[in-house]
């Protein structure tokens, strides 16, 4: 996969990229990931990206000229659609969520672009633009680690990069949350691991881990529920949650 990343701001992506399980997928050619500085694609001697809204008001806004003129080099595929996909990051756009982030990571290239100030030109959107994505409902400076964000979630949904086992198992993958993990010591501070992660036996591990995922889910994120595929048992355990539930309501 490859991934440009339109910015005015390339030197933010240091961090994020040369550290950690990113940098590896980097360092084994699983991505490529290009921050692009937005400014070589400017014609004049300051090389301004932005301008002053018309009607006025405050802010700046992102130029159309500069912003076409870069995905249109980036593009490999000048027919659009296919394997890519210009992206930009935007609070208006729709939510990026795992369900996202696995789609994405089945395409070859994905062309990100970040705004800044009051953002960019509405023809960006109407003609150039593929999809809009927000990673949630505030407002940040800029859209470099809304793609940061982005970047992180697809890459570690490619092949080669979580064992599938890690990635079956994850929170959100079958729109439940992931049950809780312990490690050692099986006794800190008075707090015990579950006894039965300590007994060995594999089976009544995993009834208890998917238990615990239901439970985990029906108390924090309970809208997830209606998404999930479940299993009979799994619906009989979720009667008696909700029954318990209602019984503490009607003491209450
Ligand atoms: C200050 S914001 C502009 C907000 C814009 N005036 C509005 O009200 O929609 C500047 C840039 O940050 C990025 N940004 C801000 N919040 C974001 C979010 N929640 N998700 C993704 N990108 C965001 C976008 O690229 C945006 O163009």
Same mark, same amino acid.
């Given at each position: 996969?490859?991934?440009?990343?339109?910015?005015? &701001?390339?030197?933010? &992506?240091?961090?994020? &990229?040369?550290?950690?399980?990113?940098?590896?997928?980097?360092?084994?050619?699983?991505?490529?990931?290009?921050?692009?500085?937005?400014?070589?694609?400017?014609?004049?001697?300051?090389? @301004?990206?932005?301008?002053?809204?018309?009607?006025?008001?405050?802010?700046?806004? #992102?130029?159309?000229?500069?912003?076409?003129?870069?995905?249109?080099?980036?593009?490999?595929?000048?027919?659009?659609?296919?394997?890519?996909?210009?992206?930009?990051?935007?609070?208006?756009?729709?939510?990026?969520?795992?369900?996202?982030?696995?789609?994405?990571?089945?395409?070859?290239?994905?062309?990100?672009?970040?705004?800044?100030? =009051?953002?960019?030109?509405?023809?960006?959107?109407?003609?150039?633009? =593929? =999809?809009?994505?927000?990673?949630?409902? #505030?407002?940040?400076?800029?859209?470099?680690?809304?793609?940061?964000?982005?970047?992180?979630?697809?890459?570690?949904?490619?092949?080669? &990069?979580?064992?599938?086992?890690?990635?079956?198992?994850?929170?959100?993958?079958?729109?439940?949350?992931?049950?809780?993990?312990?490690?050692?010591?099986?006794? #800190?501070?008075?707090?015990?691991?579950?006894?039965?992660?300590?007994?060995?036996?594999?089976?009544?591990?995993?009834?208890?881990?998917?238990? @615990?995922?239901?439970?985990?889910?029906? @108390?924090?994120?309970?809208?997830?529920?209606?998404?999930?595929?479940?299993?009979?048992?799994?619906?009989?355990?979720?009667?008696?949650?909700?029954?318990?539930?209602?019984?503490?309501?009607?003491?209450?």
């Amino acid at each position: 996969m490859r991934i440009d990343i339109l910015t005015i &701001f390339p030197g933010m &992506f240091d961090g994020p &990229f040369r550290e950690s399980m990113i940098k590896r997928a980097i360092d084994q050619n699983l991505v490529e990931i290009n921050p692009v500085d937005l400014r070589q694609y400017t014609e004049d001697r300051h090389h @301004q990206v932005d301008d002053s809204p018309y009607g006025g008001g405050r802010g700046m806004i #992102f130029k159309p000229e500069p912003l076409y003129k870069a995905v249109e080099d980036l593009r490999s595929d000048k027919t659009r659609g296919g394997n890519e996909r210009v992206i930009l990051l935007t609070p208006q756009g729709d939510t990026f969520n795992q369900e996202k982030a696995s789609e994405l990571a089945d395409l070859k290239h994905l062309i990100l672009i970040c705004g800044h100030y =009051e953002g960019v030109d509405e023809r960006v959107r109407l003609g150039l633009v =593929e =999809e809009e994505l927000s990673i949630g409902d #505030f407002v940040l400076t800029g859209g470099e680690l809304a793609a940061a964000v982005v970047c992180d979630a697809v890459v570690r949904l490619l092949p080669g &990069f979580l064992s599938v086992e890690a990635a079956e198992n994850e929170s959100f993958t079958e729109s439940l949350l992931e049950y809780p993990h312990y490690t050692r010591p099986a006794v #800190f501070r008075g707090m015990e691991v579950p006894a039965v992660l300590l007994s060995g036996n594999h089976a009544e591990i995993e009834h208890w881990r998917r238990k @615990q995922s239901i439970l985990r889910t029906y @108390q924090r994120r309970p809208e997830l529920l209606s998404k999930t595929e479940l299993k009979n048992e799994d619906r009989i355990y979720l009667d008696t949650l909700k029954n318990e539930q209602s019984d503490q309501n009607n003491v209450l």
